[in-house]
Structures are given as C-alpha cells and as structure tokens.
C-alpha cells in the first residue's frame, strides 16, 4: 500500500499523517480528531471529512491489509505506509439499533 492510494481519501489529516513527530493519530464518530505527539494528546477542531469519502478511503485502507472495516468493526489499527506513524486509529461513523 502506498500514500499514493490512500491520500486522495485522507487529505484534511496529511499534514498529520506526513509529521513524523505524530505517533498517533483518532478519528472519532462524533466527527472530532485527536493525535498524539510528544506523548500528548492534542485536539485538532480544524480536520472536516466528508463522511462517505473518508468511510471509502478506510474501506480501502483496510482491504489492502486484510482487515475488515464495518459496523461490527468499527476499529481501524494499521501501521502507515511509511512505517513514519506507528498506531493509527480511526472510527467508521456507526448507528446504534433502528
């Protein structure tokens, strides 16, 4: 897998996910973004996704690994690449029961 595939689908976190300073970086349902350097965890209110282009972009993130991404699940944790990042978590949008 390369940047080249994924980034068309990631480009409001690539400045995150080009710091090598940043080891962490968490999408959550509730559309808010956190990544963690130095072993702080900071909030970044600026990061907007559409939420079809990012679910499309983790699809194919977790295809190229193997991994299965859904509503039972929802837990992405892949290695970048690069190897620059070392955890990476991200959170499909889920619906509780109808």
Do not use: C
Not at 31 to 50: K, N, P, Q, V
Not at 57 to 84: I, R
């Amino acid at each position: 897998m390369s940047f080249e595939l994924i980034l068309p689908f990631l480009r409001p976190i690539e400045p995150l996910l080009l710091d090598e300073s940043v080891s962490e970086i968490m999408g959550n349902p509730d559309s808010s973004w956190w990544y963690e350097r130095d072993g702080i965890l900071r909030h970044d209110a600026t990061i907007e996704f559409d939420p079809a282009r990012l679910r499309t972009g983790l699809e194919v993130v977790a295809n190229k690994l193997g991994k299965k991404l859904d509503e039972d699940n929802p837990l992405l944790n892949a290695q970048l690449p690069d190897g620059s990042v070392r955890a990476w978590h991200l959170f499909s949008q889920s619906r509780g029961p109808a």
